[in-house]
């Protein structure tokens, strides 16, 4: 997949578009095999991201699939109901009238049906669970948040009004 493919059909504006990069990621899936997954981000994140893959993949933390959301039609309930981790996808937060950091790329949600969002009786994808014990689930102290988190990412893990198990974001300085 090109970058011009793994963009087409965004609704977002040609500046947002212009700062973008097609990352070819490796990552160990869930059969324990090492496999090559395609994720939109900013270009600015590009060397962090990759250094957060290299650690992931090493503690071998399986991740499900790495597909750019354009496949999904820009659905994030589609993408997230696939399991895939995704990071550009040109959007609105959750119930606000804001952009989401991944409307700029500058977000990653990784096995959302380990790690579902979560708000009160809300949750998505729809019949997700969070269990510590199941395979790709993303625990507080365990190597994912520790990549992340190291570089100065925020996981919504611990939000206080929402979890958002899989998600994690790096807003502009």
Not at 101 to 130: E, M, V
Not at 142 to 170: C, L, M, Q, T, Y
Request: with cysteine; hydrophobic share 40%; glycine share 6%.
């Amino acid at each position: 997949m090109t970058l011009a493919q793994a963009l087409q059909n965004s609704p977002a504006p040609p500046e947002i578009l212009a700062s973008q990069t097609l990352l070819d990621l490796e990552f160990q899936g869930f059969n324990g095999e090492v496999q090559i997954g395609h994720l939109v981000a900013h270009c600015d994140l590009e060397p962090e991201i990759r250094a957060i893959f290299a650690e992931i993949l090493a503690a071998r933390f399986p991740i499900f699939q790495m597909t750019p959301v354009v496949v999904f039609g820009w659905s994030d309930e589609v993408s997230m109901a696939q399991n895939n981790c995704s990071a550009f996808n040109y959007r609105l937060k959750l119930g606000k009238p804001t952009l989401s950091h991944h409307a700029t790329g500058r977000a990653i949600d990784i096995n959302p049906r380990q790690n579902p969002y979560r708000r009160g009786d809300l949750i998505l994808p729809p019949d997700a669970t969070y269990n510590a014990n199941a395979l790709g689930t993303i625990l507080e102290d365990g190597p994912v948040v520790r990549a992340f988190e190291s570089r100065g990412w925020i996981w919504g893990g611990r939000w206080s009004r929402i979890n958002d198990f899989h998600h994690f974001e790096k807003p502009p300085r």
